[in-house]
């Protein structure tokens, strides 16, 4: 059985003050570019590890209906606080199970980054099929070992 990943328990308050609301001000023409104009008005869309809310609210603010999960008790514990209208669970990306009812799927900054095996990924991508509708989106991001490497002391991106 694998465990529930918790390691942002302890980050969240930080997270949702400092990183929440600036990153979906950043997020949000990406997602008007690659996958809302391909939904319907008021599609379904599971947001994978959440976080703190902030997308979704920005999501169902649109009319969008939005259900988020993320492993961490404390980030659901705030979404609550930060969102109390949208639908947020406390489960895995790894082991979630959802009905087939979801137009999309989006997983955003960089979260499936902390899924460390193929085999994980692969029991995520699984999980995410599973819950879309046919012809249902999956968005995701990650980051590549080539985004990471240092030139002269500077981070470079692709």
């Not at 995701?140 to 985004?147: A, K, Y």
Request: aromatic letters at 10%; a negative charge; glycine letters at 6%.
């Amino acid at each position: 059985m694998t465990a529930r990943y918790t390691d942002y328990d302890t980050f969240a308050w930080t997270y949702s003050k400092y990183w929440g609301a600036d990153s979906v001000r950043h997020l949000f023409p990406v997602l008007e570019s690659l996958l809302l104009p391909h939904l319907p008005s008021r599609a379904r869309i599971l947001d994978l590890c959440c976080g703190t809310g902030q997308l979704a609210r920005a999501l169902a603010q649109r009319g969008y209906q939005v259900t988020g999960i993320d492993g961490s008790e404390e980030m659901i514990r705030l979404v609550h606080i930060n969102v109390p209208d949208v639908e947020f669970l406390v489960e895995d990306a790894r082991t979630f199970r959802l009905p087939a009812i979801y137009h999309a799927v989006m997983s955003t900054y960089d979260s499936l980054n902390h899924i460390m095996s193929l085999e994980e990924l692969s029991r995520v991508f699984r999980n995410v099929y599973a819950c879309l509708q046919q012809g249902g989106l999956f968005l995701f991001d990650l980051n590549m070992e080539q985004g990471t490497k240092l030139a002269g002391g500077a981070l470079l991106a692709l």
